[in-house]
DNA sequence: CTGTATCCAAGTAGATACTG
DNA sequence: CAGTATCTACTTGGATACAG
């Protein structure tokens, strides 16, 4: 748990906002669930690329950079003209891919209720206000 | 705002990113911790804002309202002057809270390790070039 | 093929002041 | 007490061009 006291949960001290705000960014969940999916088999820039709908060079560049900085992903170059750049999971990574996996779980299950709840509460909640929450469970 | 399509165009939107947009925000794994570990009690806004050093009552009452539109907490009011208004964790809340306590396990036992390998990544690697990556395992 | 560099749009968060 | 409104700074992400 917390080290020395619960109130005291700020700072570059909580571990769960220093993790989050690397897993959270935008691609960096995908790329991990990619490199998850193909492990342990190794994936080239491209394929990532490809398998990542919609992101860019510069973004799945920098996202792969933060990854290998953390020591999530490895990165190994086959020195070749042109290049070919493999990416894989390190031990790290893999472990990290247990947690994220239960909370890729709780998504699937509840993300259509969260996304009704929101629904709801624009419909009939623009000024009106009723106290109670759309739909727990 | 969010005026969204319903399209969703060029993604088969993973819920995963969807969830990770709300809870990876900058305060709001930290309310939900608040409101989590003092269930069943509820917590009244300033004493949310008490236990949250530095967040600022424009950034602790949105992300609030966000998370009750998300029907993951609920919200009370009791009519008095000056009102009182509670807060806490709806049952689907508190189901986040399973996968979101092992997220935060795993960030607690690899934290130390993330930020070493990144102090290290900088360290050692400011434009010469190593394949190596710091520490996996 | 695998990146880097630059510029720019959009979103997020902070400070401050004001209200029922 | 518990918000809202506004204005601004900072950060993130996208488009594009270019390089090793």
């Known amino acids: 748990m917390t080290s ?14 220093q993790v989050l705000d690397r897993i959270g960014t935008k691609w960096t969940s995908m790329v991990i669930k990619v ?11 491209g394929e990532l690329r490809r398998r990542i709908p ?3 060079q510069k ?24 290049p ?11 472990s990290l891919e247990t947690p994220l996996a239960a909370l890729r779980a709780w998504a699937e ?3 259509s209720t969260l ?6 509460a624009e419909q009939l909640a623009p000024h009106t206000q009723g106290e109670e929450s759309p739909a727990r469970s």
Chains 1, 2 share one sequence.
């Not at 020395?4 to 906002?17: A, E, I, K, N, V």
């Open 4 to 17: 020395s006291r619960q109130g005291d949960l700020f700072d570059p001290l909580c571990p769960t906002r």
């Open 35 to 45: 490199l998850a999916e193909a492990a342990p088999e190794e994936v080239r820039f």
């Open 54 to 56: 919609g992101i860019s």
């Open 59 to 82: 973004m799945l560049s920098s996202t792969l950079q933060s990854l290998v900085r953390d020591g999530l992903i490895a990165r190994r170059v086959e020195p070749t003209v042109p």
């Open 84 to 94: 070919r750049v493999h990416y894989r999971l390190t031990e790290l990574g893999l």
């Open 109 to 111: 299950t509840h993300v």
């Open 115 to 120: 996304l009704r709840n929101n629904r709801l």
